[in-house]
């Protein structure tokens, strides 16, 4: 087959995604549709996911899902180009979390590898939330269905326990959430070696607390919801530095307090600077990151999407997904490990400008 070369089709999932793109400039706004008395810092360029994966000899059918990048409060996302020797691609919409999904396909391929690559242009703003309200209200319908359990996050018995000991006291979302995010930060180590990002086991990381970004900010989200406090994990990538960052995938989390909006938090970044710098938690540089990443985000993280227990669109030929951040793949019906592509056949690039 020729290789093609395309824009996307909007299909009925392209009114959602003009609809994503039609936002305003997110370095103008703090997330609240108010300008901040310090404008967040801001960075932009073009980010290209590639994939080239060897097809079987024989194989019937490769099936590919990526995460697609959209816009936000924080991020713009557009001027989408899309290439590969695919046989067909389509957008789809997951609407338990919300996830946006380039779907590619390959039938009876005469190819050997099968290529697609991506390309988006963005704009991403700072995230400042640390200006919270000095009053709270009742938590909103929508944001009670982040209190609930995942199957690797339940808020009942040993977790609900931990997070009633780590909040005692503590009257407010802000406070519970603070108390949460200093015990991790506190009592945690971030190992190195995890593959991945981790696989946010939570009953797991409660007799062990190491690992990397994903097991940090499930605990949160974890504790968080067995506090009565709304919470996620934001799954993403950075673009802090030019050229190859395959390797800058990362988790965050968040909190939501009633008028007030969705708060950062990143306990994972504090524990990398300390084992990067070889830094203490008294040392200065340690408390200030502390400080900042409870309320604030760099301008250099993208946002994917939130969820655990993914059923993608279309429906993979497998038990849910733990997590929807690296593009899953199956051949033939049968899914490839959940890092398969992203260890061997995935490269992404950016370009700022």
Not at 23 to 36: F, I, K, R
Request: hydrophobic residues 40%; aromatic residues 10%.
């Amino acid at each position: 087959m020729a290789t093609c070369s395309k824009r996307l089709r909007w299909g009925w999932a392209g009114v959602l995604i003009i609809a994503l793109l039609g936002c305003d400039d997110p370095a103008s706004q703090n997330g609240d549709g108010l300008v901040p008395d310090n404008p967040p810092a801001v960075a932009s360029g073009v980010i290209t996911f590639s994939i080239n994966h060897p097809i079987p000899v024989g194989a019937k059918t490769v099936r590919i899902w990526l995460p697609y990048l959209t816009s936000n409060d924080y991020q713009s996302a557009y001027t989408v180009s899309l290439t590969g020797n695919f046989d067909e691609s389509q957008l789809y919409y997951e609407p338990e979390n919300g996830n946006v999904i380039l779907f590619a396909q390959w039938l009876e391929s005469a190819e050997i590898v099968a290529r697609l690559s991506y390309s988006v242009a963005v704009k991403r703003a700072e995230m400042l939330k640390n200006q919270f309200p000095p009053v709270e209200g009742p938590v909103p319908v929508f944001a009670e269905h982040y209190l609930g359990a995942t199957s690797l996050g339940p808020v009942d018995g040993v977790v609900a326990d931990l997070a009633a000991e780590i909040v005692q006291g503590a009257t407010t979302t802000v406070d519970k959430a603070r108390a949460i995010y200093d015990y991790i930060v506190v009592n945690s180590v971030r190992d190195p070696e995890v593959a991945g990002c981790g696989k946010g086991d939570v009953l797991s990381l409660l007799q062990n607390l190491s690992g990397k970004c994903v097991d940090l900010s499930a605990v949160f989200v974890a504790l968080a919801r067995a506090a009565g406090v709304p919470a996620r994990e934001i799954f993403g990538t950075r673009i802090s530095k030019t050229g190859d960052i395959t390797g800058n995938y990362h988790c965050r989390a968040e909190f939501y307090v009633p008028y007030y909006g969705w708060v950062p938090v990143d306990p994972s970044d504090v524990r990398k600077l300390m084992l990067n710098e070889g830094l203490t938690l008294d040392d200065p540089a340690v408390q200030s990151g502390l400080e900042y990443y409870f309320g604030s985000q760099t301008e250099t993280y993208l946002d994917f999407y939130t969820g655990r227990d993914i059923v993608l669109s279309p429906p993979q030929n497998a038990p849910p997904l733990n997590y929807f951040m690296y593009p899953q793949a199956e051949i033939d019906g049968s899914p490839l490990e959940l890092l398969e592509i992203y260890e061997n056949s995935l490269s992404v690039t950016f370009e700022p400008g």
